[in-house]
């Protein structure tokens, strides 16, 4: 069983930049890709970024794709989602997902991922 705390999320306006970060409640460097998507209120849930276990290829979102990076702390695990040139629509719950490798069919699918964060809110203002 894996325990995922998420933090960061606040209250920011158009523009600003914000770090999300997601600590697990044990290694997962070399057998778990860890995942973020996000809710937005009457959306379904979106793909936001991945980074992979054993290598730590990343991928994104369209919508995110430039402004968002995703790394891992290799000395704890924990994984950062740095966000930049905020956007209103980027406003949601944003969710920290860890997946036991390998994938059965796309990192985007929500549905592969074994363990789930609580979530944390993110607020772009105009």
């Known amino acids: 069983q894996v325990q995922l705390l998420e933090s960061g999320g606040r209250l920011v306006q158009a523009g600003d930049s914000l770090r999300l970060s997601c600590a697990p409640s044990i290694l997962t460097s070399r057998t778990y890709s860890m995942g973020w998507f996000r809710r937005a209120p009457g959306k379904e849930r979106e793909f936001v970024a991945v980074?992979?276990?054993?290598?730590?290829?990343?991928a994104y979102g369209g919508s995110v794709q430039g402004r968002f990076t995703i790394a891992r702390d290799n000395a704890n695990d924990t994984v950062y989602l740095q966000m930049n040139s905020l956007k209103p629509e980027d406003t949601a719950v944003y969710y920290c997902?860890?997946?036991?490798?390998?994938?059965?069919?796309?990192?985007?699918?929500?549905?592969?991922?074994?363990?789930w964060g609580q979530g944390t809110q993110v607020t772009v203002s105009f």
């Open positions: 980074i992979l276990g054993y290598g730590g290829r990343t």
């Open positions: 997902a860890a997946k036991r490798l390998p994938f059965r069919r796309d990192y985007s699918d929500p549905d592969e991922y074994d363990y």
